[in-house]
């Protein structure tokens, strides 16, 4: 009894012991450690090469933190990130000048409390805030697709969509750097640019509203085409791509739709399939950014997958290319894994680059022969739409 008493007693003096050796051992091995060199990295190119890439991530698990990921996809490396905020919907690059601009939200206490609404401008060559436009606290917090905030096609106007669920535009005048007004479009959404001073929005009857501004970002004036699509039984998706005068969009089932737009007006092209009349029983278009296009070899690319009505962004593992020109298809691309979202290069030896938002990887492959070149992983948690600097 004494002895068992003793050892009790004994226990946390021992333990007590243990802990200090531990510690000292700890603290030896950490001593030992040699010290890591900080690395000044090089600033960023203002306009990166053809075959960088934003990769937009909306963080689904935790919406408050938003992200936006410049790769470099031909060594296969991470280059930057941007911290974006609630809700995000992705970088809109400039072409013309140094600046990267990001649509945000925030809220005063981290999840909630009184909501701010802001453009965000980066410095392209650091990813350091260069300056900030507050704009309504109307932005539309929705899953990420391309056109809700986009540059006019002269650039001096960024549009961003709202939905409150009421829909409208604001506009950004990015020579001055302010909010200079609130276009309405109720009824229809997103913003397809037509021109420096115009563009068009999808609406719920199947019509485009085209919307005209002036040189002060105010409405000039807005008038609804004819129905145009078939919003009841084979409606497009909002996944158009342009190339010049002309966008390209996809219904639900696989039917193409050239919308050429010229001098404020718009008209439909001839319709063509992505499918045979066989292949249209279990093939369809789906993903949540399934097309791409190609502008000087006219190709379009689109994801393809099995599947019936209902499927339409459900990832796919092929894609397939077609000549715009003629509608033919001319070849099919196996992927490494599903994607449900691809961007294509624009130079002449152009990658396909693609991810899932159930993925952490960007795969890249050889736009003309198919070949899966590279894996980047740990691309996030939740990649989404991918965007050319």
């Known amino acids: 009894m004494w002895r068992a008493e003793q050892r009790r007693r004994g226990r946390p003096r021992a333990l007590a012991c243990a802990a200090v050796v531990l510690a000292a051992a700890g603290h030896a091995a950490l001593a030992q450690l040699p010290v890591e060199p900080l690395v000044n990295e090089p600033a960023l190119p203002a306009h990166p090469g053809p075959h960088w890439v934003w990769v937009n991530d909306v963080v689904f698990d935790y919406m408050a933190d938003g992200r936006a990921y410049l790769i470099d996809a031909d060594a296969g490396k991470f280059r930057g990130m941007l911290s974006t905020g609630y809700g995000y919907v992705g970088v809109v690059p400039a072409r013309t000048s140094d600046v990267l601009y990001s ?17 965000t401008l ?3 060559k650091t990813l350091s805030p260069a300056g900030e436009v507050p704009i309504p606290p109307k932005r539309a917090a929705i899953m990420p697709m391309v056109n809700a905030s986009v540059l006019t096609d002269d650039e ?5 969509y709202n939905f409150t669920p009421a829909q409208s535009v604001s506009v950004v005048d990015t020579k001055s750097r302010r ?6 479009t109720a009824g229809c959404a997103l913003v397809y640019p037509t021109g420096p001073r115009s563009f068009f929005s999808i609406c719920a009857d199947g019509s ?17 085409t004819g129905k145009l699509i078939d919003a009841e039984n084979d409606p497009v998706t909002e996944k158009g791509v342009r190339s010049g005068d002309t966008y390209w969009f996809v219904s639900f089932k696989g039917q193409v739709l050239p919308l050429k737009v010229a001098a404020g007006e718009i008209s439909a092209g001839p319709r063509w399939w992505l499918t045979s009349a066989q292949e249209r029983r279990q093939w369809r278009p789906g993903g949540l950014q399934h097309l791409a296009i190609h502008r000087s070899t006219h190709e379009l690319y689109a994801i393809m997958h099995q599947g019936g009505e209902g499927t339409h962004k459900d990832p796919g593992n092929e894609v397939w290319v077609f000549d715009t020109a003629t509608g033919a298809r001319t070849r099919k691309i196996t992927l490494a894994s599903p994607a449900g979202s691809i961007q294509v290069t624009e130079d002449d030896k152009p990658l396909l680059l ?3 938002i159930g993925s952490h990887n960007l795969e890249v492959y050889d736009a003309r022969s198919g070949k899966h070149l590279r894996t980047v992983p740990d691309i996030g948690l939740t990649p989404t739409t991918m965007l050319l600097p």
Do not use: C, M, N
Not at 103 to 119: C, L
Not at 208 to 224: C, F, N, P, R, Y
């Open 103 to 119: 649509p945000e939200t925030y809220f005063a206490r981290g999840t909630r409390g009184a909501r701010t609404d802001v453009v």
């Open 122 to 124: 980066y410095d392209p």
């Open 156 to 160: 001096r106007f960024l549009l961003i």
């Open 179 to 184: 909010f200079v007004g609130e276009l309405d």
């Open 208 to 224: 485009l509203l085209k919307v005209g501004i002036d040189e002060q970002g105010k409405a000039t004036g807005s008038a609804h």
């Open 354 to 356: 693609a991810t899932f």
